[in-house]
């Protein structure tokens, strides 16, 4: 959530930087703050709240400088104060920004007040400063001193660090945290996200894990995790206009669904370590609340109510504590109990959704002790009166119809049951198992959106159907509840999403060779089951639409098609089947002739009951 901004260049650098943290400002932060190195030393500004209040701050008291570093802080260790925002420095010699969470910052600390460094924040991002400095010594080399002091570091970061006796650099460092290089004619930048950079460059460095740069107004010098010098390529981004641009696709929706890759990466970013979930990336309260749950309460509307019913799965399995999952339109309106030890956790897209703003001050006023939200909105009033937000790098969705949003909203949640279940004895080597499914996630999702075309295809055998039933089990069943209601939501297409096994108990009687059903069938341990199911179906008549992989044994025949979706972890499988399901209702809804952006009825964010 952080925003780091870098710059080196023949002329005055704060004007840059401050418009890069602008540009950043969507991400979502508590302070700003920006330093420079012009010869005299370094000139830093810091402030709690807006950019703009560190704009009326430079326009106050001006600073120059032709290199400096700049940042907004989302806070993660210590609460919001001056003290703590960014950038930071240790003895006037050394000053950095940082983006990213140092696990080991307090045994570092120690040893550092050992050594005889004072601490003016309660940040893990000092500590870097103070240990740089300390490992520049009477005479090392800047580079040489990151270099060391990053090797003593655990967690996932990036860097953008500046020396008062060597002003016109910057070194940066990318360990599980973005970072780019801008390329410019004798200027040179760094960035966490390149928007920040897009007024001054066209041209851009994607850093690798474990790289560190450095930059110089004429030169980029760049080494990768073992120390060895490489070139990484230089990539053109065209100017892409704003998020209203749907670019080479024909409506936002579909351009959403193929960003999910992208999406669910950003939101993974800096928030996972080596082999675990980083859990001060939820929140600077995040592990007293997390001691203090014994269980859940979820309360969301619509995809975001489903992405809490595959979370219930995943939490009930991994850590073992009740969790239940309340439509919050309902759940403001019935008497519940309130569980001893209750985290009451909000799902929503837009912050701003008033069923769920209601519920969660419902919840606040039955003592519900501590909430937590799942948001794609920094600023909203969801984010604002909630204990803890975790944000989905999403970006902006525009089409209704949500996907991207639920994807990562998937995705947080994961990390979520993961952080619960390690307080419950979930070993290290689980933990990690799922932490590196988590890595390949994005990989796999985009291997699934080559499925684009054979699904284009299968389209057409739904176009003129009135009706259509979505079948799944476990964690499978919300899954079909969602591409039954993305179906119905954009092609209007009347649809249901029912558990396998529930056919016998009344869906069996509308089974026809007229009503589509789609089956969601992962080779998990219920896939025996569901074969079963199908079975019935099959029998009385009705066409199969299956969503299988190679495990699942599942083979077409007539009256079945069986779509092969990329194998996956079988807990992450929901997010990754949920994205066929999503192209299907896409294309069936453009076959139709619908508005497929802006459905009939329907509000991106319902702001009223």
């Not at 749907?246 to 992208?262: D, L």
């Not at 069996?508 to 341990?525: C, H, I, T």
Request: glycine fraction near 10%; charged fraction near 25%; hydrophobic fraction near 40%.
């Amino acid at each position: 959530m952080c925003g780091i901004v870098g710059a080196v260049a023949g002329r005055e650098v704060p004007a840059i930087l401050l418009e890069g943290l602008q540009r950043l400002e969507y991400r979502g932060y508590d302070s700003a703050g920006i330093a420079v190195a012009n010869g005299a030393g370094i000139e830093r500004r810091r402030t709690i709240g807006r950019v703009s209040e560190l704009a009326d701050s430079l326009e106050a008291r001006p600073i120059a400088g032709h290199s400096g570093i700049a940042h907004t802080r989302w806070a993660t260790h210590g609460s919001p104060s001056i003290a703590n925002a960014h950038p930071h420095m240790s003895r006037g010699r050394v000053c950095l920004v940082h983006n990213g969470i140092v696990e080991n910052h307090e045994e570092l600390r120690d040893e550092l007040v050992g050594a005889g460094y004072e601490f003016d924040s309660g940040t893990d991002s000092e500590v870097i400063a103070h240990l740089i400095e300390h490992c520049a010594g009477d005479g090392e080399d800047l580079l040489e001193a990151v270099r060391k002091a990053v090797k003593r570091l655990d967690g996932a970061y990036a860097l953008g660090v500046i020396f008062r006796d060597d002003p016109g650099r910057i070194v940066g460092v990318r360990v599980g945290s973005p970072l780019v290089v801008g390329v410019g004619i004798g200027e040179n930048f760094i960035a966490s996200d390149a928007l920040a950079l897009r007024p001054v460059t066209d041209r851009f460095i994607y850093l690798e894990q474990g790289d560190l740069v450095d930059l110089t107004a004429r030169s980029i010098s760049i080494w990768n995790v073992d120390d060895r010098a490489v070139v990484r390529s230089t990539v053109r981004v065209e100017p892409s206009g704003d998020a209203a641009d749907k670019g080479n696709y024909r409506h936002h929706m579909e351009k959403e669904i193929h960003e999910q890759p992208e999406a669910i990466r950003d939101t993974l970013e800096g928030r996972l370590g080596r082999d675990h979930v980083l859990e001060p990336a939820f929140g600077i309260d995040a592990k007293r609340v997390f001691d203090d749950t014994r269980a859940i309460t979820i309360a969301a509307c619509g995809t975001a109510y489903y992405a809490g019913c595959i979370a219930r799965y995943w939490i009930e399995e991994l850590a073992g504590i009740p969790c239940s999952v309340e439509i919050a339109s309902e759940f403001r309106y019935r008497k519940f109990v309130k569980p001893p030890g209750g985290l009451f956790v909000t799902i929503t897209q837009s912050g701003e959704t008033a069923d769920t703003l209601a519920a969660h001050a419902i919840a606040r006023e039955a003592g519900f002790a501590n909430t937590l939200t799942v948001c794609n909105v920094p600023t909203s009033s969801q984010v604002r009166e909630s204990d803890l937000a975790v944000l989905t790098h999403a970006g902006t969705e525009i089409c209704v119809a949500s996907t991207k949003a639920f994807t990562t909203q998937l995705t947080v949640l994961m990390m979520l049951a993961i952080l619960l279940a390690r307080r419950a004895g979930l070993g290290a080597d689980k933990e990690g198992e799922l932490v590196e499914a988590l890595r390949t996630l994005p990989d796999i999702v985009e291997e699934t959106l080559l499925l684009d075309a054979r699904i284009t295809d299968l389209a057409m055998a739904f176009m003129h159907r009135h009706h259509a039933l979505f079948l799944g089990r476990g964690a499978h069943y919300p899954v079909a509840l969602e591409g039954a209601l993305k179906l119905k939501e954009i092609s209007y297409i009347h649809a249901e999403g029912y558990p396998a096994g529930e056919l016998k108990h009344g869906p069996l009687a509308l089974v026809d060779e007229d009503m589509p059903v789609v089956a969601v069938a992962p080779g998990d341990e219920l896939v025996k089951k569901v074969r079963s199911n199908l079975a019935e179906v099959r029998t009385r008549g009705g066409r199969l639409y299956v969503f299988a992989d190679a495990d699942a044994g599942i083979v077409e025949a007539d009256g079945v098609t069986v779509i092969e979706v990329p194998k996956v972890h079988e807990l992450l499988a929901p997010i990754v089947y949920t994205v066929p399901l999503q192209l299907l209702a896409y294309h069936t809804a453009v076959l139709k002739g619908t508005d497929v952006d802006q459905p009939r009825n329907l509000a991106k964010s319902v702001t009223v009951e």
